[in-house]
């Protein structure tokens, strides 16, 4: 429990302040939403979200607020305003940590050490890259020039809630490092850490206007932000469908920028002929499968065995006795491994999933019995085998704690069952061989391959999807930084 966490929740509520604007709280003016605990299903409160003036509102203070001095013009001040964020973000992680669990259910010490931690390594990374920016220089006869990157101007953010605060600092830390003007929108599921982050921007010194909040639901909030003519680009993080709409927003607007980070299916691969202990790797996987609820972009959907039918059986034996241990409980308790999903949909549309699959033909390996009782949105960590494609489970999404289990001959067919998946955002492949590692990198076409040990890299390595789970752009790195610009040549004609 978080005294400074709570008091904020009460004061928002109370006033209704779903609208930071020019870094000031103000209370929105349209239809209100419930903020639900999923840990209990019990309602927070509700609260307006922003009308269509304070989009408009929202917008034009990003505006003035790019074009005025001493933002996007002063590399060395804006980095040093990110790294005290970062410090008030650190100091803080607490009061953070304890609004993403009672709003996403998300496992309050995890996020301590991952989510939080992360938003601080993002800040302080992309303060040290706006701080060291340089362009190319070009010679010729006839004039020499140079070709930098300016920041775009006013980016709309909109985000998903599975890691409300780690994917804000994804996006937040390189568009303001790169020195554009915000205009955010949580997901309408969890809202409340990046209404406490703008309070703490404020307070680092980020300026007026440069980094504004609005609450708001997707088809009012999040299709303004869309269709807005004086938002030079949007970020997204979220599902294909929805991605697909902002492309569309744009070409019927301004051709703003579109930036989409989607969905994914992750595999993890098990390459048994050079993995020395199969089952000492189940706890890796089942953490792949099963952190954050499964909620999570890269999570691993299919475990594939790549080895004989008999080591394939001790392996799988391995795998459901992990998957049994993995603890679900009250995020803000200490022993969560996993808390709630997200909300009843989400519980119900997962649960549905995993029938219709044992209904089609599939097999239960491991289905977790030790799952808190109540109201809350509770589903437990399982594992199938034998499911058919024919099965949603088989080519879906399912973004809940529900992997499958299956084994291959050989490597080619484990390669194919990534490679011909639409997305290809991320996969794992344990394998203990050098030269056999490197082939798995030549071969498996992802985003993002972790070798022996699910990973989804670091701050400093792009982070993003091939095929349908990403358009354009990626979080993480330099790279991200470059997405925040546009080039500019600038030449100089010598007579
Ligand atoms: P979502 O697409 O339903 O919603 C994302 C955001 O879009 C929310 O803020 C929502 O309000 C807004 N939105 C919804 N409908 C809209 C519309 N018609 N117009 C404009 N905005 C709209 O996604 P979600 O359920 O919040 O998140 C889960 C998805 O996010 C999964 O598919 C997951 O894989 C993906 N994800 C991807 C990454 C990545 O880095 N690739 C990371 C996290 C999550």
């Not at 996403?104 to 496992?107: E, I, P, R, Y």
């Not at 999404?397 to 704690?401: A, L, N, Q």
């Not at 998946?421 to 955002?425: A, F, M």
């Given at each position: 429990m978080s005294q400074r966490g709570s008091e904020f929740v009460q004061q928002v509520l109370q006033d209704q302040l779903s609208a930071y604007i020019n870094n000031k709280p103000q209370a929105g003016q349209a239809e209100s939403i419930d903020l639900i605990n999923p840990s209990t299903g019990a309602p927070i409160g509700s609260l307006a979200t922003a009308s269509a003036a304070q989009v408009d509102e929202a917008v034009a203070a990003a505006r003035a607020a790019f074009a005025a001095p001493g933002w996007a013009d002063d590399d060395g001040g804006r980095a040093e305003t990110l790294r005290r964020l970062a410090t008030l973000v650190h100091e803080h992680g607490d009061v953070i940590a304890y609004l993403d669990a009672i709003e996403?259910?998300?496992?309050h010490r995890l996020s301590i050490d991952e989510d939080v931690a992360d938003v601080v390594a993002n800040l302080r990374y992309f303060a040290d890259l706006a701080d060291h920016h340089d362009g190319r220089q070009v010679q010729t006869a006839g004039g020499w020039g140079w070709v930098r990157g300016v920041p775009i101007g006013v980016v709309g953010v909109v985000l998903p809630w599975n890691f409300p605060i780690a994917m804000l600092g994804w996006k937040v830390a390189p568009a303001l490092a790169a020195g554009n003007a915000l205009v955010l929108k949580p997901s309408e599921d969890s809202v409340l850490s990046a209404l406490f982050f703008a309070e703490l921007a404020r307070e680092a010194g980020?300026?007026?206007?440069?980094l504004n909040v609005l609450v708001g639901d997707g088809e009012h909030t999040g299709a303004a932000l869309g269709r807005?003519?004086?938002?030079?680009m949007v970020t997204f993080t979220g599902s294909g469908q929805v991605g697909r709409e902002f492309l569309r927003y744009a070409a019927d607007s301004n051709l703003k920028r579109i930036s989409l980070e989607l969905g994914g299916r992750a595999a993890y691969i098990v390459d048994a002929e050079h993995t020395r202990n199969p089952g000492g790797i189940a706890e890796d996987i089942v953490g792949a499968a099963f952190g954050n609820a499964g909620q999570?972009?890269?999570?691993?959907s299919r475990v594939v065995f790549v080895g004989e039918p008999e080591a394939y059986e001790k392996f799988a034996g391995a795998l459901a006795e992990q998957a049994l241990r993995f603890r679900v409980a009250d995020p803000m308790s200490g022993e969560a491994a996993m808390g709630p999903v997200i909300n009843g949909a989400a519980r119900d549309r997962i649960l549905a999933w995993v029938d219709e699959a044992i209904a089609a033909g599939a097999s239960v390996l491991a289905r977790q019995v030790d799952v808190p009782e109540g109201d809350g949105f509770w589903v437990a960590p399982t594992l199938l085998q034998n499911v058919p494609n024919s099965a949603t489970l088989g080519t879906g999404?399912?973004?809940?704690?529900v992997a499958q289990v299956l084994r291959v001959d050989t490597r080619e067919e484990a390669v194919e069952l990534v490679n011909g998946?639409?997305?290809?955002?991320a996969s794992t492949v344990w394998c203990e061989d050098l030269a056999m590692a490197k082939w798995w990198s030549d071969q498996v076409r992802v985003g993002t391959l972790a070798l022996n040990g699910y990973s989804e890299g670091t701050v400093a390595t792009p982070f993003g999807g091939l095929r349908q789970s990403g358009f354009w752009g990626r979080d993480n790195g330099p790279e991200a930084l470059d997405g925040y610009r546009e080039l500019m040549t600038v030449w100089v004609t010598t007579p």
């Open positions: 996403a259910g998300k496992v980020v300026p007026d206007g440069i807005h003519d004086d938002i030079d999570n972009c890269t999570a691993t999404e399912v973004f809940g704690p998946e639409p997305y290809g955002l």
